[in-house]
């Protein structure tokens, strides 16, 4: 089939609600890709050594940090049972051993955006301090939480939209660090959220609409404000570069894992997708950790599956779901983006290996079978990924893929990685509800 009908088929198919594989044939060796991405890895170097510099402060303003010295991480684990409860329960085959990554247990935010959320934050809080000779590059940040400091900040304010997550992430540091903090949340976002970012000093602005409304409205009113900063999750390369330092801290744990990733030994990651930073700032480091030898893919919901119709149709952020008759309505809500990033999209163009949609009723069904198999909660959104293992191997388009890169005789040797993107900050009582929650 041609392009043109590839892409044709694939909309259709979208706009039928239909769950799909797609495959990127834009994938390119991770050699030829670089060349082609205006980035590098001294970003991520860069990055790295700057949540590595604000690590004495993170373990002071934030005691949950206190045993990994102020350093936000996350285990992996393996799922054995999980593993063996998907191939039951889906009638199909997963071979090579399971694994997951409990972004869902990361300090402060409970989530993935701890990862991107946290480090815009630091970075910003880093540029008005420089910019204002308040410290120098050797001070030990630590000192940050001081009065002189956090009255400073108090001078300044961030504001983000989001669908709950990144709010929670860049309202909690915002706050604890001092500033004051504006999150503008889309009507997805969970009541739960917004009472514990108001009982954390955040003010919160609720909006009937969709996410892209949220953003546009708290754009709008922090650029009106010379003393406001605004968090862009379309657009912003802090926010992709803190997800992306994500990567080399898996690589330590497979490695203490006895875990190999070389060419006989692929690595398959599946990683949830609302407007595309996370997923995409963790694709770009894995890239340039473990290069060809890491397969990624994207998951969204077949409601709102933005990423997807932006890199199938090339149209990126100037295509929205709703442009293909979607109503963006999903019980994901950390997926319930409509419009992609601006930035990630064209970034992935040559390094993300595929799409997978999604129906909603799999997120519980996945979050009871992963609840009773292995005793993790964590939240809807999160479940998602394991939509990726489900159909990676036995569907056509996975056989297809699995043929061109040569992957036929390595399955076995495989580690598949199921990016749990959140869920410790769910209350328990809401957590009960999801676990009886049948579509
Ligand atoms: C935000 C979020 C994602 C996806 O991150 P994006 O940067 O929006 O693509 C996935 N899962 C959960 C739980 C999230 O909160």
């Not at 060419?263 to 060809?292: N, Q």
């Not at 979050?367 to 809807?380: K, T």
């Amino acid at each position: 089939m041609g392009q043109e009908n590839y892409t044709n088929k694939i909309i259709k198919e979208v706009s039928d609600l239909k769950e799909i594989f797609w495959l990127n044939s834009k994938l390119k060796p991770y050699e030829e890709a670089k060349s082609l991405i205006n980035l590098n890895t001294e970003a991520i170097d860069d990055a790295e050594e700057r949540l590595n510099k604000f690590a004495p402060l993170i373990k002071k303003v934030f005691p949950e940090t206190e045993l990994t010295n102020g350093i936000i991480e996350s285990p992996i684990k393996e799922i054995e049972k999980m593993r063996q409860q998907l191939e039951i329960s889906y009638e199909t085959k997963i071979s090579g051993k399971l694994l997951l990554k409990m972004d869902s247990d990361l300090p402060i935010a409970g989530s993935v955006k701890a990862r991107g959320g946290i480090y815009e934050v630091l970075k910003y809080a880093e540029t008005l301090l420089l910019e204002n000779n308040m410290i120098s590059e050797n001070d030990c940040y630590s000192k940050l939480a001081e009065k002189e400091y956090r009255d400073f900040f108090g001078k300044h304010t961030i504001q983000v939209g989001s669908t709950g997550n990144l709010g929670l992430s860049i309202g909690i540091t915002s706050a604890a660090l001092g500033f004051r903090v504006v999150v503008h949340m889309s009507a997805d976002a969970k009541q739960w959220k917004k009472d514990l970012l108001r009982s954390k000093g955040a003010e919160v602005v609720e909006y009937d609409s969709d996410f892209s409304k949220a953003v546009e409205e708290g754009r709008k009113m922090s650029d009106a404000d010379p003393m406001s900063y605004f968090v862009d999750d379309e657009n912003s390369i802090n926010l992709f570069l803190g997800y992306s330092v994500a990567a080399r801290r898996l690589k330590k744990q497979l490695d203490e894992m006895n875990i190999k990733v070389d060419e006989e030994h692929p690595l398959i990651v599946y990683l949830p997708c609302g407007v595309g930073g996370a997923p995409g700032g963790i694709t770009y480091g894995l890239k340039t950790v473990f290069k060809d030898n890491v397969h990624c893919f994207f998951i969204e919901p077949t409601h709102s599956p933005c990423m997807l119709v932006g890199m199938a149709t090339g149209l990126h952020n100037d295509i929205s779901v709703q442009d293909v008759g979607l109503d963006g309505k999903t019980h994901a809500d950390g997926l319930a983006v409509g419009r992609p990033s601006k930035l990630v999209g064209k970034m992935m163009d040559h390094l993300l290996s595929g799409i997978f949609t999604l129906d909603d009723y799999k997120l519980y069904n996945n979050m009871r079978h992963l609840h009773f198999s292995e005793n993790i909660d964590i939240e809807p959104s999160a479940c998602a990924s394991f939509e990726g293992p489900i159909k990676f191997e036995t569907s056509e388009q996975g056989k297809e893929y699995i043929k061109k890169y040569n992957l036929e005789d390595k399955l076995n040797n495989a580690t598949h990685i199921a990016w749990a993107t959140g869920g410790v900050l769910v209350p328990k009582e809401i957590n009960d509800q999801f676990l009886k929650t049948y579509l």
